[in-house]
């Protein structure tokens, strides 16, 4: 059974900084590319990153390039999300997603967002 | 914003069939494949539909998905009340290097 479990999200102030982690099991998780996708309160779904399966390519949505670092650790099985310089609508829960492609993908060659975590929440407030 | 259009809420009564759109433009729809999620209240979203029109396993035959130039659309027939949820599109952008996402699609089964 595919399981993601993610971890790291708290309470952080405006400009603050946060990792997120992502526990991977169930599958062959160097097989295949992994995103991060947010769901701020009461609205719609917004992919952030993706990162392919050796951690050599990755794609960032424009409203965080420059501030968030996706990266990997194909050995421990897990996923991670550097934030930084952290913004008040940033407040979201933060998902990490499962490709469906097997192998590599990236952009438009992924297949879409398989298996999902239950997601863990970012708060940023003062 | 979103830069794939769905109507905000649908409402049919249960039994009945409904279709949700899904607009976008060439730099997306028009040149990539288009995934569908369902997400019910207070849970994580599911895959329901990949490639426009595949089911991955587990998914009933109820659910299709079908893409036609600049837009695709979700089916869903037989509608029961476990299909209230909140229904999402998504695919790549090439101008913007991104997935995209629907604004989603609020699904009242009376």
């Known amino acids: 059974e595919v399981q993601l479990v993610e971890s790291g999200g708290v309470v952080v102030p405006p400009g603050g900084s946060l990792r997120l982690s992502c526990a991977a099991s169930g599958f062959t998780f160097n097989d295949y590319t992994m995103h991060w996708v947010r769901q701020a309160p009461g609205k719609g779904l917004e992919w952030v990153s993706l990162?392919?399966?050796?951690?050599?390519?990755?794609n960032y949505a424009e409203s965080v390039k420059g501030r968030f670092t996706i990266s990997r650790d194909n050995s421990k099985n897990s996923l991670y999300l550097q934030m930084n310089s952290l913004r008040i609508e940033e407040t979201a829960l933060y998902y990490c997603?499962?490709?469906?492609?097997?192998?590599?993908?990236?952009?438009?060659?992924?297949?879409?967002?398989?298996?999902w975590g239950q997601g863990t929440l970012v708060t940023v407030s003062s | 914003q979103s830069v794939l259009t769905q109507p905000p809420s649908v409402s049919l009564a249960s039994g009945q069939k409904v279709t949700i759109s899904c607009s976008g433009s060439?730099?997306?729809?028009?040149?990539?494949?288009v995934s569908w999620y369902q997400q019910l209240p207070g849970t994580a979203p599911k895959l329901l539909i990949w490639?426009?029109?595949q089911r991955p396993s587990g998914i009933p035959d109820r659910f299709s998905g079908s893409k036609s130039g600049t837009s695709a659309t979700l089916a869903i027939t037989g509608l029961q009340t476990g299909d209230e949820a909140d229904y999402y599109c998504a695919t790549w952008d090439n101008s913007l290097s991104a997935w995209v996402f629907g604004g989603g699609t609020k699904l009242t089964v009376l």
């Open positions: 060439s730099s997306n729809i028009g040149n990539n494949y």
């Open positions: 997603v499962k490709d469906r492609a097997l192998g590599y993908c990236s952009g438009g060659l992924c297949l879409g967002f398989e298996y």
């Open positions: 990162i392919s399966w050796d951690g050599r390519t990755t």
């Open positions: 490639e426009n029109n």
